[in-house]
């Protein structure tokens, strides 16, 4: 089994339906083996991005991961990174296919609800910056 890192964002936090993503993420075969709500602080939002500090939209979304609470998650399964960015659609929820959380639930291209790891190493780094070992139960 594979394990892959995903974020329920603000806006979809906001409008209550973490529910209704787990729901999708369950019906595609997918397990939630962490899951805990935390409000992102400035510094652990800017760490966790860092990647994009040089990129012109980078303080517009550090203000949005930190406009509210977040759900941050350990997803199990088989090829679960590939899995769940199938099943997250494309960033662009415009563009994304139907069915798909984006397409369902995304307002825009940034508050597009969800985030997923976007390989297997990252995956790794992304769990291990939100949880410690003894939280993830499978």
């Known amino acids: 089994m594979d394990r892959t890192f995903s974020i329920i964002k ?15 993420i369950e019906e595609n075969d997918l397990v939630i083996i ?3 709500r935390i409000k992102l602080s400035t510094d652990k939002a800017e760490g966790f991005y860092s990647i994009h500090k040089d ?6 979304l550090i203000d949005y991961m930190t406009s ?7 997803l199990e399964g088989s090829n ?7 099943i997250m659609g494309s960033t662009n929820p415009a563009n994304a296919e139907e069915g798909t959380i ?3 639930h995304a307002l825009n291209i940034q508050e597009n609800s969800v985030h997923g790891s976007d390989s297997s190493e990252n995956a790794e780094i992304e769990i291990k ?10």
């Open 55 to 60: 990129k012109p939209f980078f303080r517009d």
């Open 68 to 74: 509210g609470p977040v759900v941050v998650q350990v």
């Open 102 to 104: 984006r397409k369902l």
């Open 80 to 86: 679960a990174v590939e899995k769940y960015r199938k």
């Open 10 to 24: 603000p806006d979809a936090t906001k409008r209550n339906i973490t529910g209704a993503i787990n729901k999708i």
């Open 34 to 36: 962490a899951q805990k």
């Open 129 to 138: 910056y939100f949880f410690d070992e003894i939280e993830i139960v499978c």
